[in-house]
């Protein structure tokens, strides 16, 4: 008889590759690796799985090419999106055509204004024990939106001290949970990049979202150059 705890685990695995995936994807095989503690055989397998399942994709992965069999990086398919989406996701949308076809376009942008209103209610303690540092903030609020199901991370960009570099913090969500609606109702992307700017203290600027067919929402966030400090 199959122990049936050996097909929870590998389902478990799975979806961790998968949620790995969706949050710092393109990702190579190598970084799977190294984030899931996971030997290389067993990462290619839930991999190649999932590539099966259609709900990954390949991307010839940026940088110096090594001889063998070119290098990959992998991706969600909107399939793979869907795996992660919300059960509502469906039902957020008839219920957002719904409104704007009684209440007109202003509702829809008064939804997604009280929405984010309670995203920052639920992540304001987080975000004030980080204080004053943009950097610091930025970390707490990517902790904060994974708590929320959005597979968020970030990473410094630019040069620190330099005079004419444009620093700060390139801000990445992997998954959103109502990227498919979004995609009709953009409002929902502005109200949230607006929340990003008040909680964050800086004006920020959204470069790329799922909604809009990029494999990952982009958010680049300003950080004080070592100039700008002491001069403040």
């Given amino acids: 008889m199959v122990n049936p705890d ?53 991307r010839d992965a940026a940088g110096p090419r090594r001889r063998g069999r070119p290098a990959k990086a992998w991706t969600l398919t909107d399939d793979g999106h869907r795996a992660l989406a919300s059960d509502y ?9 719904f409104l704007r076809r009684t209440g007109g376009e202003a509702a829809v942008q008064a939804f997604a204004e009280e929405r984010v209103a309670g995203l920052e209610h639920r992540i304001a303690d987080a975000l004030d024990d980080a204080g004053d540092d943009t950097a610091r903030r930025a970390d707490a609020l990517v902790t904060a939106l994974n708590a929320e199901g959005y597979a ?19 801000l990445c969500q992997g998954h959103c949970p109502v ?32 909604a809009h067919g990029d494999h990952v929402c982009t958010t680049f966030v300003p950080t004080p150059t070592t100039t700008e400090r002491s001069s403040s």
């Avoid at 929870?8 to 690796?33: F, M």
């Avoid at 996701?89 to 055509?97: N, V």
């Avoid at 968020?152 to 390139?170: D, E, I, K």
């Fill in 152 to 170: 968020a991370s970030a990473r410094p960009v630019g040069t620190p001290g330099a005079r004419t570099a444009l620093t700060g913090v390139q």
């Fill in 179 to 210: 990227q498919h609606v979004a995609s009709e109702f953009p409002e929902l992307c502005e109200a949230e990049t607006e929340a990003f700017s008040r909680v964050l203290g800086v004006h920020v600027q959204r470069l790329a979202t799922l």
């Fill in 6 to 58: 050996v097909h929870t685990d590998e389902s478990r695995t799975r979806d961790r590759v998968l949620r790995v995936v969706s949050q710092e994807g393109p990702v190579s095989i190598t970084a799977l690796v190294e984030r899931l503690g996971l030997t290389e055989t067993a990462v290619r397998r839930h991999v190649d799985n999932l590539h099966a399942a259609g709900l990954v994709e390949p």
């Fill in 89 to 97: 996701d469906h039902l957020a949308g008839q219920a957002l055509r």
